[in-house]
């Protein structure tokens, strides 16, 4: 039989079989039917078409089962074994000299709480504030002076205090990646005050008292502390000093290892939290030697773990000191550009592909899109100085709005939504002309916008007036409607018609994939707040006069309100200037997050085309008996 017969009678069951494999709801007994067959075709072609893809073909849907059956084998405690006793070791070895620089910056912030103590007794009323040390003073001359560690129930002390404890140390990892700036800030403040703190009980006659008292549990937290901001200064020395890789590759090998050090010490601040609740609790009634012990027992099981262990571990597997991860698997993965996904192949395809493609997304953010933007923000700020002259209860909100126009307070927002629609029109157009290049024949940026620039504009009109003319809250509503226009940008840059035509079937294309559409839109959103709500914007909301505390405060919080200290202290309007902060990283998460959005977008519109016109399985196809790799020829057998 010719090549082309077999194919021409069998591609329709092999395509039958892909989609069933790929599918949790397919029929056990028909792919087990369907892989029979298969393999039986796969014993035909090995005999007639070694040399053909046709039995490459074959032999791939055949390992995807074999792969699928094997994947699931049990080793997960073997591989947690492992990570705990050498992977984990290894981090912290590799981290040993931003552990130790986080070690040495917080022995100067605890040394500068002490001296300032000592020249001005009230400064731990600047630090930890007056009521905190007034119920000190009271504890004190009532002979109890530890009694705020006296708590009634002491499960939930314990719930309560690990959880604060967990959200300290993380938001310390994290705010290294605002340069370590953000750590150096958060160690700044706990040294200080734990300095402050000790000393002013030295001044009351009592160091020995509170030493024995607060390091029963501190032994673990305060160094969970410091380790914490060795982690972050880790991650965030990825973004500054990235070698000879990428700087967003640098980031990600350094937010790895990081991550590996921070679930390291998990544990440990857990066990802080228990000693707190149950321990330190009972204080007053536990003799001075077991205080001692516990102190002393905490500090070796800390040095073991985190210096002694690392450095035999190191001595050991010397060769995997400097082992580098891969970091160009995902770039070397060449994907299926057209092809039918699932919900979670869409999540992981659109991210992948955003790695791997980020710098040719955002070169064009950087250079030009990212300067105008800010440009926009900074001099609508000088025009009207009194909007930026408040601290914003729903900070992020009210950012958005001047940020990007919404809700026309000036007349300068109409400008900036047209100058803003531009923008955005301009960063989707770079994400697609991406996926046309890959499609096409690869053609400039330049001459892409020729060709598309006021297709992409229109479409993307729709839901920016949909967005700026809204309130937020109806705004925010509306972003549940987006999936009815979520694949016309695509379907207008990527199908050949007229305009209006490709519009029409654009929301035809969108209509028929809505709910997958809006659960992946959905599932990337809650991603990307959580990955961003310890930096900035989902949960920020400030703390105001006549709002209330802050609820979720971030690292942006903190960077604002240091901000705003400092260019106070210089007789500058602080809140001004805490603003101007904000807003840069508002910009930043917004541009940075509507590439993948058009990702996102693509795969949908690519499922869509797939099920309605089977091009990528035409493509395969055409490729038979034309790939050289495999030494084929256009001769049939």
């Known amino acids: ?198 000393y002013y009980f030295r001044l009351k006659g009592l160091l020995i008292t509170s030493f024995l008292g607060i390091w029963i549990h501190g032994a673990f937290e305060i160094s969970a502390i410091v380790l914490a901001g060795g982690a972050g200064i880790t991650a965030g020395n990825g973004w500054l000093f990235p070698g000879t890789h990428s700087r967003f590759q640098s980031l990600k090998l ?106 040719k997304f955002m070169s064009l953010t950087w250079k030009i899109i990212l300067p105008i933007a800010l440009a926009l923000v900074y001099f609508r700020d000088y025009l009207y100085p009194k909007d930026q002259d408040f601290v914003y209860f729903f900070d992020w909100i009210s950012q958005l709005e001047f940020i990007v126009g919404f809700g026309f307070r000036v007349s300068y927002d109409y400008f900036s939504f047209f100058i803003w629609t531009i923008l955005l029109a301009l960063v989707q157009a770079k994400v697609y002309l991406v996926f046309y290049n890959l499609r096409e024949v690869p053609i400039s940026f330049m001459s892409f916008l020729k060709k598309r620039f006021v297709g992409i504009y229109l479409v993307n009109l729709i839901p920016c007036i949909l967005l700026f003319l809204l309130p937020w809250y109806a705004a925010l509503i509306s972003l549940l409607i987006f999936p009815f226009f979520q694949l016309i940008l695509p379907t207008v840059i990527l199908e050949g018609d007229s305009l209006p035509k490709k519009i029409k079937k654009g929301f035809r294309y969108s209509s028929s994939s809505f709910m997958i559409s809006l659960i992946t839109f959905i599932i990337l959103v809650a991603l990307v707040a959580v990955f961003i709500q310890p930096i900035a914007f989902v949960g920020s909301i400030v703390e105001n006069e006549n709002r209330g505390p802050s609820i979720f405060p971030d690292v942006l919080d903190l960077i604002a309100g240091f901000v705003e200290k400092i260019t106070a202290s210089y007789a500058l309007n602080g809140a001004f200037w805490a603003n101007i902060v904000r807003q840069t990283v508002y910009i930043l998460a917004l541009l940075l997050f509507l590439p993948l959005y058009s990702i996102l977008s693509y795969f949908l519109f690519s499922n869509v085309q797939e099920v309605k016109t089977a091009r990528g399985l035409t493509l395969e196809f055409d490729k038979f008996g034309k790939r050289n790799r495999f030494k084929e020829t256009d001769v049939e057998d």
Request: net charge neutral; charged share 20%.
């Open 254 to 359: 350094s937010i790895k290892r990081g991550l590996k050090i921070m679930f390291g010490l998990v544990p440990f601040i857990i066990a802080a939290g228990f000693l707190e609740s149950y321990v330190t609790h009972h204080y007053d009634t536990l003799p001075d030697w077991s205080k001692w012990f516990i102190i002393s027992f905490s500090f070796a099981l800390m040095l073991f773990f985190f210096v002694a262990y690392p450095y035999y571990i190191a001595k050991k597997y010397p060769h995997l000191i400097s082992k580098e991860e891969d970091f160009y698997n995902s770039e070397k993965n060449e994907f299926e550009i057209v092809k039918i996904r699932s919900i979670g192949e869409l999540i992981r395809d659109s991210l992948a592909f955003y790695q791997s493609n980020f710098q």
């Open 1 to 198: 039989m010719k090549e082309t017969r077999f194919i021409h009678d069998n591609k329709t069951k092999w395509e039958r079989f892909e989609k069933l494999n790929e599918s949790s709801e397919a029929n056990p007994e028909e792919l087990a039917d369907l892989y029979l067959d298969i393999t039986d075709d796969l014993g035909y072609a090995q005999t007639h078409y070694y040399r053909r893809t046709v039995r490459v073909y074959l032999n791939q849907l055949g390992q995807k089962v074999f792969i699928g059956v094997n994947k699931f084998k049990r080793d997960s405690f073997k591989n947690l074994i492992k990570h705990l006793t050498i992977s984990l070791p290894l981090e912290i070895y590799r981290s040993r000299k931003t552990l130790l620089t986080a070690l040495i910056a917080f022995i100067v912030y605890v040394a500068i709480g002490v001296i300032s103590t000592s020249v001005n007794p009230d400064f731990p009323r600047m630090v930890m504030g007056d009521s905190y040390v007034d119920m000190t003073i009271e504890n004190i001359e009532a002979g109890n002076p530890l009694g705020v560690y006296e708590d009634s129930d002491q499960l939930a002390m314990f719930i309560n205090i690990t959880t604060n404890n967990l959200g300290v140390a993380f938001l310390t990892f994290f705010a290294g990646l605002f340069f370590t700036i953000g750590t150096h800030l958060l160690l700044f403040s706990n040294g200080v005050m734990l300095g402050a703190f000790q």
